[in-house]
C-alpha cells in the first residue's frame, strides 16, 4: 500500500552510520532525536560546537567514502554509541567522553583518505542536531523516486545511500517535489517542507562496502537535470510516528 511510512533512519553521529528504528516521537522545532546529535570535526574544522556549522568542517561521505558502510546502535538511556563497519572491528564508545575520544580516532582513522584533513574532535550542539541545514531539519524520501532512479541507472541501489530519516511509498516520482512549503502528517507529527535536498558525492558510495561503484549524481542530472532526491522539512507539530503510519498533504 502507497502512502504510508516504510522505514524510520536516525544518524546518531554525523556521517558515521545508521540505525533503523519502528516507531519515534517527533518534537516540534527540533531534529529527529537521536539524529546527528554529534559531529566529527576534522583537523582544520573551525566549528566549535557553541552553534550550527556547516558540513564543511566534519568527516563525511562525500569525502569518505568509507564511512557510508558504518552502522550504528544509540543507546537512549546511557548516550553510548556502537560502531559497525565491514573493515573494522565493532567499537563502542562514548561520544561526549574525553577519555574515549583517542580510541574512536584509532577505529576511525583507517576508513578516512590519507590526502583529507584528520577527525580530530567530536562536537555537539544542545538542542539540535548536526543536519546540512542551518535549521533542524527532517529528510523525507519517496521510494517510488527511489525506484525511477534504479531503473534510470540500471540496476538496484540501496535505499541507504541517501541516509534519509522518514520513508515512505507513495507510488509517483518525484511527488514529494510538489510539496514545498506545504503541510504534510505523518503518523501524529505535521512537517512544513522547506526545498529539495541537493545531492552529494556521498550518494556514489555503496552503503555495504563503502566503495564509490555508482554514478547517482550524473544520472539524477542526466536524466531530470537536477541533482535533487528527497525534500527537508520542519517538525512544526510533534507526535509519534511508527511504521505503517499514513502520509498524507494538509
Not at 583518505?113 to 580530530?120: E, G, M
Not at 542530472?221 to 522539512?233: C, I, L, N, P, R
Request: glycine fraction near 8%; aromatic fraction near 8%.
Amino acid at each position: 500500500m502507497t502512502n504510508q511510512v516504510t522505514d524510520i533512519w536516525r544518524h546518531p553521529i554525523k556521517s558515521h552510520g545508521r540505525e533503523l528504528l519502528d516507531t519515534v516521537t517527533m518534537i516540534a522545532g527540533q531534529t529527529m532525536p537521536g539524529d546527528r546529535v554529534w559531529a566529527v570535526a576534522h583537523e582544520a574544522a573551525k566549528a566549535d560546537g557553541t552553534q550550527w556549522a556547516p558540513c564543511a568542517n566534519f568527516s563525511r561521505g562525500s569525502k569518505a567514502p568509507d564511512l557510508m558502510a558504518i552502522s550504528t546502535r544509540l543507546d537512549d538511556a546511557s548516550g553510548r554509541v556502537t560502531l559497525n563497519h565491514p573493515n573494522r572491528p565493532e567499537f563502542s564508545f562514548g561520544p561526549e567522553d574525553a577519555r574515549d575520544l583517542p580510541g574512536f580516532l584509532d577505529w576511525v582513522k583507517p576508513l578516512m583518505p590519507a590526502n583529507r584533513a584528520a577527525s580530530a574532535r567530536i562536537i555537539r550542539v544542545l538542542d539540535r542536531g548536526m543536519t546540512d541545514t542551518d535549521y533542524p531539519s527532517v529528510t523525507l524520501c519517496n521510494l517510488a523516486s527511489h525506484r525511477a532512479v534504479e531503473q534510470a541507472i540500471g540496476h538496484d541501489l540501496s535505499p541507504l545511500r541517501w541516509r534519509g530519516n522518514i520513508w515512505f511509498d507513495l507510488g509517483e516520482a518525484w511527488a514529494e517535489n510538489d510539496w514545498i512549503d506545504r503541510s504534510v502528517q505523518i503518523g501524529e507529527a505535521v512537517f512544513k517542507i522547506r526545498e529539495r535536498v541537493v545531492r552529494c558525492l556521498a550518494t556514489t558510495a555503496n552503503p555495504k562496502t563503502g566503495v564509490r561503484d555508482a554514478d547517482t549524481l550524473k544520472v539524477l542530472k542526466d536524466t531530470w537535470g537536477h541533482q535533487d532526491f528527497s525534500v527537508y522539512a520542519e517538525v512544526i507539530r510533534g507526535g509519534a510516528i511508527k511504521t505503517g503510519d499514513a502520509v498524507k498533504v494538509l
